[in-house]
């Protein structure tokens, strides 16, 4: 997940395993300075966002 997260070009995303969330369901994090913003697409294509703060200098 670090180069996931990592990417400034926003190129990589997680696949979710179909345990969790079946085929075609996405992870997708966007960095910023001071947060994460998770997008999150289920198995219908509905997109979820999240926000969450880091702890990075």
Do not use: S
């Not at 995303?13 to 969790?20: A, D, G, K, S, V």
């Not at 969330?21 to 998770?38: F, H, N, Q, S, T």
């Amino acid at each position: 997940m670090a180069c996931i997260k990592a990417c400034p070009a926003g190129a990589l995303e997680t696949r979710i395993p179909y345990q969790l969330g079946y085929y075609p369901a996405r992870l997708i994090p966007k960095m910023g300075d001071k947060v994460i913003e998770w997008t999150c697409i289920d198995i219908n294509g509905k997109v979820e966002k999240f926000i969450v703060k880091t702890h990075n200098k």
